[in-house]
C-alpha cells in the first residue's frame, strides 16, 4: 500500500527536527568572517505582534522563507531574523477595553504568533527574537535619545499637532492618511501641544541625495521620498506693509518670474501677523471663525480642499513695481510651510486663479504662450508653463526661465529677497502622551530646567502598575513614583518627563540589534555589524515607503556621524510585496472577508498554504484570493509526492556517478530521455533566475511542469534501462531540491523516503548544465516558390522573426530572390511545435 500525503502528520514533525537541529541558527561572527561563504541578511519588517498571524504576513514571510532558504542551499551565511515590534496603541487599547495589562496582552499575543510561524514552517533564527517593548531593548532606544539630544538632534517646542479624538492620541503627519487617522480611520482634528522632535530636516539634504545610491529600490519607492523630502529652490522676499512700513511680510516662491502679476498677498490664519493687520472687529471674528473652522482639517486637507479666506483690510508694497496689493488672510495657506504667506499670482497659479476668481480679484498675465496673447477674463484656469514675459517692466520679452533668474538676481542686488531652498519634510514628531512606549528619558527640574538623564541611570522604566481608564490620555500623568524623582544635577526634587516616543523610533534601529541581540554593553557589537550590515534584502509593504523607510535612513546616517557605523544607508536591497484581497477589498475583519492561515494549514498543510500564497501572483503585485487554486495547489504536491514516492524503488541514488561515468550528459539522440534533461537544467535555471527577481509565482510555474514532464517520463521511457532510470533519478532530486524553499516539510518526508538522511533543506542547490539544457536542433526548410531551396538547423525555441532571418541569411536562397520583389514569407510550425519548421517565400 502506497502512503497517502498527510501533511497534518509529516509538518510538526520536520518542524520539531529542524527546531532540534537547530539548522536555521544564524553562523557566528567568527565564522562568517574568516569564511569564504558571502554573507546575506534577509530582513521582512518585523511585525505588531496582534497575536493574529493574517494573509498579509504570511504571504509576506513565506516570499521571505523562500529567498533565505534559497540563499542557504546556495551556501550562503544566512541571517534571517525576527522580533516584535511590541510598543504602540493596539495593546493599550486592549488594556483600556479589556482590563488586560499591555505587557501581560503582549505577552499572550507573541507566543501566538510565534507558533504560527513555526505552523508555516518559516526559517527565522528564533535564537535572534527582539522585543521592543523589553527593558533590554529599550533602554537603548532611550540612549539613542540622549545622543541625539546630545547633538541637538532631539528637542521640544510647541506645535500644532495632528489630533486623534478616537485614539486620544497626537499623530505625526505621516501618520494621517487623506485625514484621517492611519490606524483607525477617524478625522483627525489639530491641537497646540508641547512635543518632542528630532531635526530630521538637518539631514534633508543628505537623505535626497543619497537616494541616488539606493539603486535596488522599486523607483515608485524612491519618487514617493523625494517627494516627501520635496526640495524645492526659490526666492525669499519681503513685502512692506503700506502705512506701517515696520511690519513686513516675508514670502517664499518657487516662481520669481511671476512677481509682476501678483494681484494680492495671503497669510496663513495662524500667521504672526494677522492680528495686527486686522484692524476691523467684525473681520476679527471673521478670522476667528475661520480658524475654528480649519481647525477640524489637516494640513493635507487644508491645502487640498481649503478656499476660504477674508480681506484684512490693509495693504502690502510690492518691492519690485511699488504698488499696492490687498493682503489677504485664507487657509489654503499653511503656517508651516515657508514663511506662512504668499504673493498670489492668479494668472500663474491654479490655486490662486480659483480664489481671484471667485472674490473677483484682479488677474494679471506676465507670461504668455510663445507667439500667443492671453485675455485674462477669457481664461479658464492659470497658465503654470514656461513662456515669454509681458507686463514685467525691464524684464519683458525674456523668455520665462531666463526671467526666473534675471529677478532673483535683481533682487539680490537690491537686497530685496535671497535665493532659498525649502522642504516639505518636517522635523519628526516623536513623543506620544502615551504610555505603552519607551519613557523619554528627561527630567525637569525648577532649577536646572531640562536635564537628560544620565547614561548609567537607564533604562528609564516604564511603571507597570498604573491604571487604564481611557479617558484623559496618558496614565504615567498619575503615575506618582515614576514622576517624582531627583534632578541628576543639583540632587533636588524633580519630575520626570511623561512623554513616550512613538514606535516609529524602536523600528529606526531594530535592524542593528539582529546581528548582537544579546550585547549588554552597547546598542549593538560594532563588529557584528560592520560584518552583517547592511542588510542585503529588506521586504516589506508599500505603506512604509515614507514613513519608516525615511526615518531608518535618518538614524543610520547620525550613527555614521557619531563614528558607530561605516555606512550611510542601512538596506542595499529593498523589495515592497502587493497585499492580498479577496471580493475586490483588502482583507479585514471589519469586511468579513479574513481567510486565516490557521484553517488552510488545518484543512490542507502549510505546505500548499505556502505554494498557494506564492501562486497567486507577481510578489509586488497585490493578488487576488481564490478557493480554486487552493485546491489546485494541493493537488500539485499530491501528484508530486505520488511521482516521488511511487516511483522510490526506481530511484537511484547514485545517479550523478552513473551519469558522468557513462557519459549520458548530454544524450544526443532526440528522445524523452534528452527532452526530461533538458526540462531539468532549464528549470533549475529558470528557478533560481525567478527566485532572485522574486518572481516566485513563475517559479512555481516552472518546478510543476518540470514535475508533469517528469510524471509522464514512466510511460515514455523505459526505467529497466539504466541511462533512463539515471535520467529520471536526477529529475526527481532536483525537483526535491527546487521545490524544499516552496514547500519544506514535503521535500524533507520524500527525501528521507528515498533514502536521504541528512535534511533537503541543509543540501546544496542543483548546478545548472548548461549543455544539458541546451535547446534542441531541428530543421528549417526554406521554400523559395514553392521550391525547395535549403534546409538549415536552428534552435527549436527560435521565434518566427529569427527564423526569417535565417532563411534569409542562406546563400541559395538569396540567389533565388534576387533581382525579385518580395510578395510574401510565410512561417509554418509543426504541430505542437515538434519537427521541422518551414518558412515559404513568394517573390516575383
Ligand atoms: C507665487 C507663485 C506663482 C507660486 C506661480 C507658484 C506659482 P512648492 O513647490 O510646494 O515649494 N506657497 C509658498 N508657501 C506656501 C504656503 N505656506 N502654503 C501654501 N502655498 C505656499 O511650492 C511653492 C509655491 O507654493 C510658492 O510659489 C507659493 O506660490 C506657494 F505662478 O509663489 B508661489
Ligand atoms: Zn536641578
Redesign the pocket.
Known amino acids: 500500500m502506497q502512503d497517502r500525503y498527510r501533511p497534518q502528520e509529516i509538518e510538526p514533525k520536520w518542524q520539531q527536527r529542524w527546531r532540534d537541529d537547530g539548522i536555521f541558527r544564524t553562523p557566528p561572527v567568527e565564522s562568517v568572517v574568516s569564511g569564504e561563504k558571502p554573507k546575506f541578511y534577509y530582513l521582512d519588517m518585523y511585525p505588531y505582534p496582534s497575536g493574529d498571524l493574517h494573509m498579509g504576513h504570511m504571504r509576506n514571510y513565506t516570499i521571505g522563507d523562500v529567498v533565505a532558504r534559497y540563499r542557504m542551499m546556495r551556501g550562503d551565511n544566512v541571517l534571517h531574523p525576527m522580533g516584535w515590534d511590541a510598543f504602540g496603541i493596539p495593546a493599550e487599547q486592549a488594556a483600556i477595553q479589556r482590563q488586560v495589562h499591555p505587557r501581560i496582552w503582549t505577552e499572550q499575543c507573541i507566543p501566538k504568533m510565534r507558533r504560527q510561524f513555526d505552523m508555516l514552517g518559516i526559517s527565522f533564527d528564533w535564537d535572534r527574537e527582539i522585543d521592543s517593548s523589553k527593558p533590554e531593548y529599550y533602554r537603548w532606544t532611550q540612549w539613542f535619545f540622549l545622543k541625539f539630544y546630545e547633538r541637538g538632534l532631539a528637542y521640544k517646542k510647541k506645535a500644532p499637532v495632528n489630533w486623534c479624538p478616537r485614539c486620544e492620541v497626537v499623530l505625526a503627519n505621516e501618520e494621517v492618511v487623506s485625514g484621517r487617522c492611519w490606524r483607525c480611520d477617524s478625522p483627525a482634528t489639530s491641537r497646540e501641544l508641547d512635543q518632542w522632535f528630532f531635526r530630521i530636516t538637518a539631514y534633508a539634504d543628505r537623505l535626497l541625495q543619497d537616494i541616488e545610491l539606493l539603486e535596488e529600490w522599486p523607483e515608485r519607492v524612491r519618487v514617493m521620498q523625494r517627494n516627501w523630502i520635496?526640495r524645492?529652490e526659490?526666492v525669499e522676499f519681503e513685502m512692506p506693509v503700506a502705512g506701517a512700513e515696520d511690519l513686513r511680510i516675508s514670502v517664499?516662491?518657487?516662481?520669481p518670474d511671476?512677481c509682476y502679476g501678483m494681484t494680492y498677498v495671503v497669510l496663513?490664519l495662524e500667521h504672526h501677523l494677522v492680528d495686527s493687520l486686522v484692524k476691523d472687529p467684525a473681520t476679527a471674528k471673521r478670522v476667528i471663525a475661520l480658524r475654528e473652522q480649519a481647525r477640524s482639517l489637516t494640513d493635507t486637507q487644508r491645502?487640498a480642499q481649503g478656499k476660504d479666506g477674508v480681506f484684512t483690510g490693509s495693504y502690502a508694497i510690492n518691492p519690485l513695481t511699488g504698488e499696492q496689493v490687498p493682503i489677504w488672510v485664507a487657509d489654503?495657506?499653511?503656517a508651516e510651510?515657508?514663511t506662512?504667506a504668499?504673493?498670489a499670482?492668479p494668472a500663474?497659479?491654479q490655486r490662486d486663479f480659483e480664489f481671484a476668481r471667485e472674490r473677483g480679484l484682479p488677474i494679471r498675465v506676465v507670461i504668455e504662450p510663445p507667439g500667443q496673447r492671453l485675455d485674462p477674463d477669457e481664461m479658464q484656469q492659470a497658465y503654470?508653463e514656461p513662456g515669454v514675459q509681458v507686463n514685467s517692466g525691464p524684464f519683458d520679452g525674456q523668455p520665462s526661465e531666463q526671467a526666473w533668474h534675471t529677478i532673483a538676481d535683481y533682487m539680490e542686488a537690491h537686497s530685496i529677497g535671497r535665493r532659498k531652498v525649502?522642504y516639505?519634510l518636517r522635523d519628526w514628531l516623536i513623543s506620544r502622551q502615551r504610555y505603552w512606549g519607551a519613557p523619554i528619558p528627561i527630567i525637569y527640574c525648577d532649577s536646572c530646567g531640562t536635564v537628560p538623564v544620565a547614561e548609567e541611570d537607564l533604562p528609564v522604566l516604564l511603571p507597570l502598575n498604573v491604571e487604564f481608564t481611557g479617558k484623559g490620555g496618558n496614565p504615567l500623568e498619575k503615575a506618582r513614583d515614576f514622576i517624582n524623582t531627583t534632578c541628576p544635577h543639583c540632587g533636588r526634587p524633580a519630575r520626570r518627563e511623561t512623554d513616550t516616543m512613538g514606535t516609529f523610533v524602536d523600528s529606526s534601529w531594530y535592524f542593528l540589534r539582529f546581528v548582537s541581540p544579546r550585547e549588554n554593553a552597547a546598542p549593538f557589537d560594532k563588529n557584528a555589524v560592520a560584518m552583517w550590515m547592511p542588510v542585503d534584502q529588506y521586504v516589506g509593504g508599500i505603506e512604509h515607503a515614507t514613513l519608516h523607510l525615511i526615518y531608518a535612513r535618518f538614524f543610520t546616517k547620525v550613527l555614521f556621524d557619531m563614528g558607530l557605523v561605516k555606512f550611510q544607508e542601512p538596506f542595499a536591497r529593498l523589495f515592497t510585496q502587493g497585499m492580498v484581497y479577496k471580493d475586490g477589498a483588502k482583507m479585514s475583519k471589519s469586511r468579513r472577508n479574513v481567510v486565516s492561515p490557521d484553517d488552510m494549514c488545518e484543512k490542507y498543510g502549510a505546505d500548499t498554504a505556502r505554494v498557494f500564497i506564492l501562486f497567486l501572483g507577481p510578489a509586488d503585485e497585490d493578488a487576488e484570493w481564490s478557493d480554486r487554486g487552493v485546491e489546485g495547489s494541493f493537488r500539485f504536491l499530491n501528484r508530486f509526492w505520488r511521482l516521488a514516492v511511487a516511483n522510490a524503488e526506481l530511484f537511484d541514488p547514485d545517479w550523478r556517478a552513473t551519469l558522468t561515468s557513462a557519459g549520458w550528459r548530454t544524450p544526443s539522440e532526440d528522445s524523452p530521455r534528452r527532452a526530461l534533461r533538458r526540462k531539468t537544467h532549464e528549470t533549475i535555471q529558470k528557478v533560481g533566475a525567478d527566485i532572485q527577481r522574486f518572481h516566485l509565482n513563475t517559479a512555481v510555474s516552472a518546478i510543476m511542469e518540470l514535475a508533469n514532464q517528469a510524471a509522464d517520463f514512466p510511460a515514455q521511457a523505459n526505467l529497466q534501462d539504466r541511462a533512463d532510470r539515471t535520467v529520471f533519478s536526477e529529475a526527481i532530486e532536483v525537483l526535491m531540491l527546487l521545490l524544499c524553499p516552496f514547500a519544506p516539510h514535503i521535500c524533507e518526508e520524500v527525501w528521507h523516503k528515498l533514502g536521504k538522511s541528512e535534511s533537503v533543506c541543509l543540501q546544496q542547490w542543483p548546478k545548472f548544465d548548461a549543455e544539458a539544457a541546451a535547446s534542441e536542433q531541428v530543421t528549417l526548410v526554406v521554400q523559395v516558390n514553392g521550391k525547395v531551396r535549403a534546409r538549415l538547423t536552428v534552435s527549436a525555441d527560435a521565434a518566427d522573426e529569427l527564423l526569417r532571418e535565417a532563411a534569409f541569411a542562406s546563400e541559395r536562397v538569396q540567389r533565388h530572390i534576387e533581382g525579385k520583389r518580395l510578395e510574401k514569407v510565410v512561417v509554418v510550425r509543426p504541430a505542437e511545435d515538434k519537427g521541422s519548421r518551414l518558412v515559404n517565400i513568394v517573390a516575383r
Open positions: 520635496g524645492s526659490g517664499f516662491t518657487t516662481r511671476t496663513a491645502a489654503y495657506v499653511l510651510y515657508g506662512g504668499i504673493m499670482v500663474h497659479d503654470i525649502n516639505k
